[in-house]
């Protein structure tokens, strides 16, 4: 089927780096225009319907200026809480100086950003764990530790904000181990979170807690981003998200 665009502004009314809410059919879209490509998602923040097009937009990244949920202009997608579902994502054509749009009923469009390897793995799930420098895996008997143990270990961390384990909430992005010391990569909800230098602390100590472990080298990595499709349905329960 044919899609069915319309006029809703022109060019000239969307400068680079620019928001702008216009309505397409009666429903509030919100347009932004970044390295010369123009956008158009649903105004609607998905937490608490704060209007996106009035949130501060950074690259591809809008950030509802009522809580702080962002989302990915290109596909809709959430990245951050307290919003936990994606927006629609519109279609967007330019003609001329008029940027005509349709609205995405279908679902053809991306709803998800693609998702980096690790996030694709445990969305719901345990975090990546293996044995570097090593082609196959360590025997565990040849550790005093196995992976699962530091996993639980970190388990024991919680987001003193959230109140959730931070493997629940799928910051750990990768454990590995190297001999008696182990690695970790994790991130935060947020790169501003104020609990961030107390949760990377609380987790060395855990990991180093474990009996055989004598160093813990806990990286944070905030690429790629944390987003609330990280979280297990326990985490989900916990914080009441369904
Ligand atoms: S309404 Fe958008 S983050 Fe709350």
């Not at 003193?160 to 750990?172: A, C, R, T």
């Not at 990768?174 to 010391?181: D, L």
Request: glycine share 8%; with cysteine; hydrophobic share 40%.
């Amino acid at each position: 089927m044919a899609i069915a665009y319309q006029a809703v502004a022109q060019l000239s009314e969307l400068p680079e780096g620019g928001n702008l809410f216009v309505e397409v059919d009666d429903q509030p879209v919100a347009l932004f225009r970044v390295e010369g490509q123009v956008f158009a998602i649903d105004d609607v923040c998905t937490h608490d319907g704060g209007p996106l097009a009035d949130g501060i937009l950074r690259g591809h990244e809008i950030e509802c200026d009522r809580h702080g949920a962002r989302f990915d202009v290109r596909t809709g997608s959430v990245l951050c809480m307290p919003a936990v579902e994606s927006v629609r994502a519109h279609h967007v054509k330019v003609e001329g100086e008029s940027i005509m749009v349709a609205i995405n009923d279908s679902g053809d469009l991306p709803k998800e950003a693609p998702k980096p390897p690790l996030a694709a793995a445990s969305a719901n799930s345990a975090p990546v764990v293996s044995d570097s420098g090593s082609e196959t895996t360590k025997p565990v008997a040849e550790l005093n530790f196995d992976q699962e143990t530091i996993v639980n270990a970190l388990k024991t961390v919680i987001d003193p904000e959230l109140n959730v384990n931070i493997v629940d909430l799928g910051l750990i992005y990768t454990v590995q181990t190297r001999g008696s010391e182990v690695d970790v990569e994790m991130t935060l909800t947020t790169p501003a979170c104020p609990a961030g230098p107390e949760i990377l602390r609380n987790s060395v100590k855990a990991v180093e807690k474990v009996e055989g472990v004598t160093k813990a080298n806990v990286k944070l990595v905030m690429n790629p981003p944390w987003s609330p499709a990280r979280m297990t349905d326990d985490a989900r329960d916990i914080l009441g998200i369904f």
